[in-house]
C-alpha cells in the first residue's frame, strides 16, 4: 500500500490519523481509479479489514465527510490527493510503501507512517539511508512524547545507532564552549557527549505517481521557505498568519558523508552503542 509520509504527519498531528487509515484503505480497494465506491461495499469491507464497529465506523466516515470523502446517494466519493495536501498545507511528501500488517491497530499504522517518514527523509538521490536527528526535534515535528517514539520505533522494527562524540583531556580554553549545556562522561583521557541518534527504517520507497503533480501544484501556489526547526516555522506563520512550505536543514555534511560539522575539532565517533 502506498502512503504519503508529510501529509500523514500533519493529519495524525491534528488528530485525525483514523480518517487517513480508512481513506488509504479506501484508495487501495479502488483499484480501477474511477474515484468512489459503494458505501455498503465499503462498510463491509472496513469493518472486516479494521476490525471497526458499527458505531465507530460511522463516526468516522461521518468526521472524514467532506475532507477525506463525499458521502452522496449511497456512494462515497473519494478526495485526492492534491485536495488533502492543499487542505493540510503541505507537500505530500515522497510515497512509501506500507504493509498491510500496518492497517491494523491504530498505534500500529502510526508507528508505520512515522517509520515511512524515516525512510524519506533519510533518502538522497542516490541512495537510501539513515537520517540522523535529534529527539528533540522529533517530539517537535510529531507531537508526541519520546515514550510514543520509542513504541513506534519499536513496532516499525526502525533501527537506532547511538553516535558518541569526543575530545580528548585536557580541554583547552577555547573548545571548552563545546560543552556547554550538554551532558558529558569521562572515559580514560578523553570527555564523550551523546551526539543527535541515526534511525533506519525498514521500509522502501513507491513509485512517484501523482505526488510529483501535487508537489508542483502547490510550489506553484504557495511560497518555499527552509527553516531549521519545526518551531521556526510555526513561529513564523503565528507573525504573518500563513503557512510557508518547509523542509527541515536537520544536519550538515562533511564531502557528502553524513558526519556532523563539528565547531571545534572533535573526532567523532558513529556507531557506538
Request: proline residues 4%; positive net charge; contains cysteine.
Amino acid at each position: 500500500m502506498k502512503a504519503y509520509p508529510e501529509l500523514g504527519r500533519l493529519i495524525i498531528r491534528s488528530g485525525r490519523a483514523r480518517e487517513y487509515r480508512i481513506w488509504l484503505l479506501l484508495r487501495q480497494i479502488d483499484a480501477t481509479g474511477r474515484g468512489w465506491l459503494y458505501l455498503d461495499d465499503v462498510s463491509l469491507i472496513v469493518r472486516d479489514r479494521l476490525a471497526l464497529s458499527n458505531d465507530t465506523l460511522r463516526r468516522v466516515l461521518a468526521a472524514g465527510d467532506g475532507t477525506f470523502w463525499t458521502i452522496q446517494d449511497g456512494r462515497i466519493w473519494l478526495a485526492g490527493l492534491l485536495k488533502l495536501s492543499e487542505i493540510f498545507e503541505c507537500r505530500p511528501g515522497r510515497p512509501f510503501l506500507m504493509p498491510n500488517e500496518a492497517m491494523g491497530k491504530l498505534q500500529t499504522f502510526k508507528a508505520f507512517i512515522y517509520a515511512g517518514w524515516i525512510c524519506v527523509q533519510g533518502t538522497t538521490k542516490s541512495k537510501q539511508g539513515g537520517i540522523t536527528i535529534s529527539r528533540a526535534r522529533c517530539t517537535d515535528s510529531w507531537n508526541v512524547s519520546r515514550v510514543t517514539l520509542s513504541t513506534w520505533e519499536r513496532i516499525s522494527g526502525i533501527s537506532k545507532r547511538r553516535n558518541i562524540a569526543q575530545l580528548d583531556l585536557p580541554l583547552s580554553p577555547d573548545l571548552t564552549p563545546a560543552l556547554d549545556g550538554r551532558r558529558f562522561w569521562i572515559e580514560g583521557s578523553t570527555v564523550c557527549w551523546q551526539m543527535p541518534n541515526t534511525y533506519a527504517s525498514p521500509l522502501e520507497l513507491a513509485p512517484r505517481g501523482m505526488s510529483r503533480k501535487a508537489r508542483a501544484v502547490i510550489d506553484a501556489d504557495g511560497q518555499r521557505v527552509y527553516y531549521s526547526t519545526p518551531r521556526d516555522r510555526e513561529r513564523d506563520e503565528r507573525k504573518i498568519g500563513r503557512f510557508h512550505y518547509q523542509t527541515y536543514g536537520f544536519l550538515r555534511t562533511i564531502h557528502g558523508e553524513g558526519h556532523w560539522q563539528a565547531s571545534a575539532p572533535a573526532s567523532l565517533f558513529f556507531g557506538i552503542r
